[in-house]
Each structure stands twice: as structure tokens, then as C-alpha cells.
């Protein structure tokens, strides 16, 4: 994150490192997980921002972003997907079968996306393009949030300037997870493609009556 950024946390306070939270959450590039750090880190050396606010503020966030994000792929998602997914060869099918999976794990990939820097602004998006019901998506989503800007706020406030040392190789393993993670996925979908596809009708329907 640029130095110019960082020198708007004195003056902005809480609003800056919300609003950057929220947008990222939300979809957009912006570095809301080092902008959180960062300001952990002021309020540790400087104790110009308090940081009970800086967890407060990223808490609230990455709440109301992925709302936004999750807002946004219940209404646009899913038929954006249908109508353009076939350039990427993602067919009716194969969306049926994404689908399914994120009924299946679908708590997993909202809690635990807010750890993962690059499924971190997509999460949200994907489950409202899956309509993950509204309850149960913002549980996990406010628990998450929650849980995301105490271990790394309250963190980055206890360990002070020793993070710098360590946040590259969070930023590397939470990349590479992110990668792992999808290729294997990848890799279980083209292997188990047919009966999977059997199991989302049959899964999909049965939530259709519901």
C-alpha cells in the first residue's frame, strides 16, 4: 500500500480504513487487510488512532462491504454468469455444479474467505450469485468480519513493529492456499463432473421446492 495512504489514517481516522474495508469486501482492489495493520501499527507506536476503533472500523467494513458485494451478486451475479459464462467455459452444467458446492461448503467460503487475501473480494459475490440464504450468509459473514479484525488488528497491536517482518509470508501462504485450494478443486470437479452433476440436480431441486 502506498505511503500516501497510510498518512490519510491520522487524518481520517476510522473512515479511511472502513472505507477501504468496505470497498475491498465489496469487490474492488484496495489493500483493506494492510491498511488495518497498518493503523494496529500507529495506534501501537504513536497512539494516534485507538486501537479498539481501528478493529471496530475494519470489523464494520468488511460487514458492510461484503452486504454490498453479496447485494450485488444476488441481483446480478448469477445471470451475468449465464449469459457470459460460456466464453470462459463455465456452461449451464458446470454452473450447476458451482452452485452445489457452494450450498455444500458455502459457510466454509464466507468465513473463511475473509483470511484469503484474493477470495477475500469475491466471496461475498459469489454467495449472493448462489443465493446463499440472506441469514446464514450474514452470520458467518459478521462473525468472520469480526474474527478477521481482532486477530489481525489486536495482532499487528501486540507484536508492533515485528509484523513487518511476517506479513509478507502471510500474504504468500494466503495467496498460495488460494491457489492450492482452487486447483485441487479443479481437479475434483473434472474427475467427478458427471456424478456431481446428478447429485446438483437432484440438491437443487429439492432446495427449488424448499
Not at 494496529?40 to 454490498?68: E, F, H, K, R, S
Not at 446480478?76 to 454468469?81: E, H, I, K, R, W
Not at 446438483?200 to 431441486?205: I, R
Request: glycine share 12%; with cysteine; charged share 15%.
Amino acid at each position: 500500500m502506498s505511503d500516501a495512504l497510510i498518512s490519510l489514517i491520522p487524518i481520517y481516522g476510522p473512515w479511511i480504513i472502513f472505507g477501504i474495508v468496505a470497498f475491498e469486501s465489496a469487490g474492488v482492489p484496495l489493500p483493506g487487510e494492510t491498511i488495518l495493520v497498518a493503523a494496529a501499527l500507529l495506534a501501537a507506536t504513536t497512539g494516534q488512532i485507538n486501537i479498539v476503533v481501528v478493529v471496530l472500523a475494519a470489523a464494520a467494513g468488511a460487514i458492510v462491504g461484503d452486504g454490498m458485494g453479496y447485494m450485488v451478486g444476488r441481483r446480478l451475479g448469477l445471470p451475468f454468469l449465464r449469459r457470459y459464462g460460456r466464453y470462459i467455459r463455465l456452461d449451464e452444467d458446470r454452473l450447476m455444479i458451482g452452485r452445489y458446492l457452494f450450498f455444500q461448503y458455502g459457510n466454509a467460503v464466507v468465513f473463511f474467505g475473509r483470511f484469503i487475501a484474493v477470495l477475500r473480494m469475491f466471496a461475498a459475490l459469489l454467495a449472493g450469485a448462489n443465493s446463499m440464504p440472506a441469514g446464514r450468509f450474514f452470520f458467518f459473514n459478521i462473525t468472520g468480519g469480526v474474527c478477521w479484525a481482532c486477530l489481525f488488528g489486536f495482532g499487528a497491536y501486540a507484536v508492533g513493529a515485528e509484523i513487518y517482518k511476517i506479513s509478507g509470508t502471510l500474504s504468500v501462504i494466503s495467496f498460495g492456499l488460494f491457489i492450492a485450494g482452487g486447483y485441487a478443486l479443479s481437479i475434483f470437479i473434472r474427475r467427478n463432473e458427471v456424478t456431481l452433476r446428478r447429485r446438483a440436480e437432484a440438491a437443487l431441486s429439492d432446495h427449488s421446492c424448499g
